[in-house]
């Protein structure tokens, strides 16, 4: 299975980014897909989190102005990020908790990350 992130870049403080991320491969059923972020020197931490079921769950630092999506018929998940700040700077990774085709249990999988850089 492969996460594929995209999306990031530069902005400027108060702008806006969105972030996309496709699982593809062997998947039999995706349960949550979410993004987490890491700062430099930070320990990686939730962003922002959707169930198979629309229930979502966001940090505290970015309620109000980050908004989690999906589109489960393209195994797709969005990070739509407003009001950024440059505390928002970080390298941005997409998870997905899902089964693959032929596996009894689920797994957690990550992509490859994706950088956002808010200036001030």
């Known amino acids: 299975v492969q996460l594929q992130a995209s999306g990031g870049g530069l902005v400027q403080a108060g702008g806006s980014r969105r972030l996309s991320c496709v699982a593809s491969?062997?998947?039999?059923?995706?349960?949550?897909m979410g993004w987490y972020r890491q700062a430099l020197g930070k320990q990686r931490e939730l962003v922002a989190l959707?169930?198979?079921?629309?229930?979502?769950t966001y940090a505290d630092s970015v309620k109000g102005r980050f908004t989690i999506s999906r589109d489960n018929a393209k195994n797709t998940v969005y990070l739509q990020m407003n009001s950024l700040k440059p505390e928002d700077t970080a390298v941005y990774y997409c998870?997905?908790?899902?089964?693959?085709?032929?596996?009894?249990?689920?797994?957690?999988?990550w992509g490859q990350g994706t950088q956002v850089t808010v200036s001030s």
């Open positions: 491969g062997s998947i039999f059923s995706i349960n949550s």
């Open positions: 998870n997905a908790f899902l089964r693959l085709a032929g596996r009894t249990l689920p797994n957690d999988y």
């Open positions: 959707m169930s198979s079921g629309s229930a979502t």
